[in-house]
């Protein structure tokens, strides 16, 4: 089993609509939850990043995590043309040492 | 400005012959590591540097050889190229140790024939 499973998408949708983005995980132990974003032919960009458990939110973007269910959210709203790109949720134990990625989902906003 | 250069960019070589991607950093992290990245599996961490001197396998580590002998850089070096290590690969820092704050470099593209 992989340590972060990721709905791979793709994903297309309107501009102005809510996007919601989902990862489990699978160990307990993590304790650190990251949303990355990548553009084409880039590196992956921090978007929001969250110790434990709980909600964050920072303009459009909402982050959750479930430690309960082990679940991981990133919620967009009124989404734009320029957030289409491979959305990447990450997870780290306590330590921070080591990086667990999902696979990605790609989203494209429509204008 | 705060930035992580990767080097070379792309790169296409052949099997066995010996290679280094190197990475470089201006922000005085401590913390350094290398991914790749493969279409379907996504960033799998090869090693991280916790300090000069100081490195640990990630997940991926066969065939990969890393050193740090300064706080600045963590060059990758590939002893023995095998196709199978045709990737994407990213050196990422951080500047702290308990945060999961990852600044990443443009990525190097490796192509094993």
């Known amino acids: 089993q992989k340590e972060v499973e990721q709905d791979p998408g793709p994903l297309s949708v309107p501009e102005g609509a809510i996007v919601s983005l989902n990862c489990t995980y699978s160990?307990?132990?993590?304790?650190?939850f990251m949303w990355y974003r990548q553009y084409s032919r880039k590196g992956p960009e921090l978007l929001m990043y969250?110790?434990?458990?709980g909600n964050k939110e920072d303009g459009r973007f909402t982050a959750q995590v479930d430690k309960s269910s082990k679940y991981i959210s990133l919620f967009i709203r009124d989404s734009q043309p320029s957030d289409s790109a491979t959305y990447l949720c990450?997870?780290?134990?306590?330590?921070?040492?080591?990086?667990?990625f999902g696979t990605g989902t790609s989203l494209t906003v429509i204008p | 400005e705060a930035q992580v250069t990767q080097n070379p960019r792309y790169l296409i070589t052949v099997t066995g012959k010996k290679l280094t991607v190197t990475c470089s950093q201006n922000?005085?992290?401590?913390?350094m590591s290398w991914y790749r990245q493969d279409p379907g599996l996504g960033l799998r961490q090869i090693y991280y540097?916790?300090?000069?001197?100081?490195?640990d396998k990630g997940d991926v580590p066969e065939g990969y050889k890393v050193s740090r002998k300064e706080k600045r850089n963590f060059p990758l070096i590939l002893e023995s190229p095998s196709p199978n290590q045709t990737s994407l690969y990213f050196c990422?820092?951080?500047?702290?140790?308990?945060?999961?704050?990852?600044?990443f470099g443009e990525g190097s593209r490796l192509t094993v024939l």
């Open positions: 990450a997870t780290s134990p306590y330590t921070g040492n080591q990086f667990y």
């Open positions: 160990n307990s132990a993590f304790q650190y």
């Open positions: 969250t110790y434990s458990s």
């Open positions: 922000m005085n992290h401590e913390y």
């Open positions: 540097s916790m300090n000069v001197e100081v490195t």
């Open positions: 990422a820092t951080k500047r702290g140790f308990n945060t999961g704050e990852l600044f």
